[in-house]
Every structure is written in C-alpha cells, then in structure tokens.
C-alpha cells in the first residue's frame, strides 16, 4: 500500500511580487500552485496510492469567488474513488465562504473542535488529526490527539510550527520527542515550507509545499509518497511536483573585473539551470565581496539581469531574474581612513535601544500591511539582529553613491 502526503498547497496563491512584471511570459506565473495541484493529483493516479494526506493550507485564505473550491472539488472527482484526508491550518482555518462548499464524498475534513479519528479499517489505517478553528493556535494542541487504534498503521496529520528557529510563524508550536510517545508509526506535517524528516521509525516528516512561491522557497518542492508493507512504513521518498522552480545565484565578485564576473555569472546560471530539472527558473542574483566595480555594480542592476538572461539562452535553458542584490564592498585600502569615520557615524544610529526597538516597531506594522505571500517574501527585519544587515546594506548603497560622486 501507498499514500500520499502533501501541505501547504497555497491554491491561487499568486507569486510574491511578480504579476506586475512586464518581462515574463504571462504563461510563467499563471496557475502555477493549481497545476503543481494537478501533477499530484496524476502521481495519485500513475502510483495508485490508497488514499491522500493533506496536512494544512491547502487555501490560501479566504477565496477571491468560488473558482478556487470548484477547482479543488474537480481534482478530488478524479482521485475519486481514492479518499483524501484533509486538515486545515492557519491559512485555511473554518471560513464562511468554506462551509458553503460542497465537496465530492471521498473528501474526510477533521473536526475544527477536537482531535477526530478516521477509521480506515479496509486498509488498516487509523488518521487522527484536529483541524485549526481559527487562524491563531499559540498553543501544543498534539498533547490532545487520540490514542493510536491498536491493529492499525496510525497516522497523525498535523499544522505546526514544532521547534522551527523562527523561520515561520508560530502555530501549535510542539516537542518532536513527544510525537515520538504518542504510537503512531508516521506523523503528517504541515505548514513548515522545506521538506525535513524530523525523526524515522515512527516517521515525523515536513514533505514542503508543493511549489515555491518567492525567493525563500527554493530547490525542488513536491510531497512524500510513502510505502507500507505488513502494517509498517518501510519507505518515504519526496516526489518533485512544482512546475516553476526558483533559485538563488550567489556569485563572489572578489577581485573580479567585468569579464571574469561575466563569466562566473554565467557559471551560476548553468548551474541553477542543470538543478531545474528543465523547469523554468525564477532567479535572485547576488553580488558579494570586494571588488573595485563596486560602485558600478549597485547601479547597473538591469545590465547584470540581461547578462543572467543571455546566460541562460546561451545554455538553452530558460531563466528569468527576480532580482539583483549587490553586496560587494569596496575593496578596504581604498575605503580605509577616508570613509571609516562617516561609517561609525552611520552605525551609531543604532546604539540607542530606545531607537530599535522604535524601528523594530515601525518594521512590523509595515510587514502586517503586505498580504501574504508577498508578507513571506519580504526582506524585513524582526530583530536587532536583521537590523544590523538592513544597515550594512544601506550603508553599501551610500558608500557606492559617494564613491561613485568622486570619481565623477
């Protein structure tokens, strides 16, 4: 027997900050988390699992209309007669417009009021899971979940945050070494982005989302399909279901002229390109070390695009740029002693306490205005540490536009 696990599906979720760019073919961008949608859906099919898991966000919020539910219960028409499990997490928490949905039978919702237990007795499979009432759970809510069915291959599909280094926000927060007491022999997560395998034998597992929205969801992205023999997991192996893959080219531009920086760009987009698996690459390059084009470089972003662009057709691949960071410095015997002073001036802006915890403020009110995903995909800081970058990223900027002001 096989299934499927699967999370944070986004459906219409639109790509942070690119449907206003008139250089991408607008095929790139359209339909993309539907159509990874549909790819797992075939690997359903094509592998013919027994059921699928899906373990949290397969919204995105509350729908723009109705298109989004229609489209979600016509895939689920075609996994038919194959149930799929369905929890719901923060993104997709109990809304008006979701009760008003009527979905195709072989669709099983766990309760929104306690954990619930699906009883799959023809496959000898027991499925516990407790779906988010609302968006905000602060709280260990797996403390909570069923006693495993003894005679079945318990799953606990569950959204959470676990122990995450505050990559993604905090929601039923819980101790993977507790998930491991509870007696299930495999835990369905969701809502953590990166596929990660917390643990093995009971099997504790992220599989991702099943495509990449922004810059911070690179390399492939898909689900886990699992193999059960004689009631035990004997295998989880992710299967790629993205149909647009985003990549970060980072080049050093230590001691670099143009035409060796050419080059290496040219080297990160081969690269990027080889590692696509003939998907398009929605890319972000950049630019780090120090180097005597620094004060070119933060102003010729366009130019340093097109050379990624040129890169890729020349290696037949098809690579479009997000975006251009500079991060290079200029190189220190020509800073030192004509700029260091104007630096620690720069610098003690931040020396006040009172100060950053007055910017931190100010930095999380702006951030809660942008909807998500393109919340997700913001560079915004949260702490003083993020700060501390946001300055030496500014500073770069400065320094390019004084350096550039001399030797005009």
């Given at each position: 027997m096989k299934f499927l696990h699967a999370a944070d599906i986004h459906l219409d979720s639109p790509l942070a900050g690119l449907h206003a760019r008139q250089d991408l073919p607008?095929?790139?961008?359209?339909?993309?988390?539907?159509?990874?949608?549909?790819a797992l859906v075939d690997l359903a099919i094509a592998e013919d699992v027994a059921f699928i898991v899906i373990a949290g966000d397969l919204y995105d919020g509350d729908w723009k209309d109705f298109s989004t539910g229609l489209f979600f219960a016509e895939q689920m028409k075609r996994l038919a007669p194959r149930p799929c499990f369905l929890l719901r997490g923060n993104h997709d928490a109990k809304s008006i417009i979701t009760k008003d949905l009527r979905l195709p039978g072989n669709v099983r919702e766990f309760s929104t009021r306690t954990c619930q237990t699906h009883d799959v007795a023809e496959l000898g499979v027991a499925l516990h899971g407790h779906s988010f009432p609302n968006r905000a759970v602060p709280e260990d809510i797996s403390a909570g979940y069923c006693e495993p069915l003894r005679g079945r291959l318990n799953i606990g599909v569950l959204h959470t945050s676990a122990q995450d280094a505050g990559?993604?926000?905090?929601?039923?927060?819980?101790?993977?070494?507790?998930?491991r007491l509870k007696g299930y022999d495999y835990w369905a997560l969701g809502h953590i982005h990166a596929r990660r395998v917390l643990h093995e034998r009971p099997w504790i597992v992220f599989p991702g989302n099943t495509q990449g929205r922004h810059i911070r969801e690179t390399g492939a992205k898909g689900c886990s399909l699992v193999t059960v023999e004689d009631g035990r997991v004997v295998a989880v192996e992710h299967r790629n279901l993205d149909t647009l893959r985003w990549a970060l080219l980072d080049v050093?531009?230590?001691?670099?002229?143009?035409?060796?920086l050419t080059g290496r760009i040219g080297d990160a987009v081969q690269e990027a390109i080889a590692a696509a698996d003939d998907l398009p690459v929605l890319a972000r390059l950049v630019l780090r070390g120090e180097t005597d084009l620094h004060a070119a470089l933060a102003s010729d972003g366009e130019r340093l695009a097109a050379e990624c662009r040129g890169a890729a057709i020349a290696a037949g691949g098809r690579l479009w740029v997000e975006a251009v960071r500079v991060r290079t410095s200029a190189p220190k015997s020509r800073a030192e002693g004509m700029l260091d002073p104007l630096r620690a001036a720069f610098a003690a802006g931040l020396s006040d306490p009172t100060r950053v915890q007055a910017l931190l403020a100010e930095m999380a009110a702006l951030r809660a205005k942008v909807p998500p995903p393109g919340r997700d995909a913001l560079d915004v800081p949260a702490d003083e540490e993020g700060l501390g970058r946001l300055l030496e990223e500014a500073w770069q900027v400065a320094e390019a536009a004084i350096t550039a002001e001399e030797r005009g």
């Open positions: 607008a095929g790139l961008l359209r339909d993309s988390t539907r159509r990874a949608f549909i990559e993604h926000e905090t929601y039923a927060p819980c101790e993977p070494g507790q998930l050093d531009a230590e001691g670099a002229d143009i035409v060796t």
